[in-house]
């Protein structure tokens, strides 16, 4: 199997982000989740330099319009906690 191709980072290009649960189970049980799932996006978007302009929050999925300042933060941004 072949390795996953870098996905495209343009910096100020609009970007439509979705983040899903893993095997599309729930990320959000609680409002509490929620609340920590926005405060970390919050503090990792200013520290990466990600623009968020819009998001969308289901239980088991987020939507995200995103505008990266810098190359590669939009990859950076959601490798964060790894």
Do not use: W
Request: charged share 20%; net charge positive.
């Amino acid at each position: 199997m072949m390795a996953r191709l870098p996905r495209l980072n343009p910096v100020g290009i609009p970007q439509h982000v979705i983040q899903r649960g893993h095997n599309r189970q729930a990320c959000f049980l609680s409002e509490q989740d929620l609340i920590a799932y926005v405060r970390l996006l919050k503090g990792y978007s200013k520290e990466f330099g990600v623009q968020v302009h819009a998001g969308v929050f289901m239980t088991n999925h987020v939507h995200l319009l995103v505008i990266p300042q810098r190359e590669n933060s939009v990859s950076k941004l959601f490798k964060a906690e790894e």
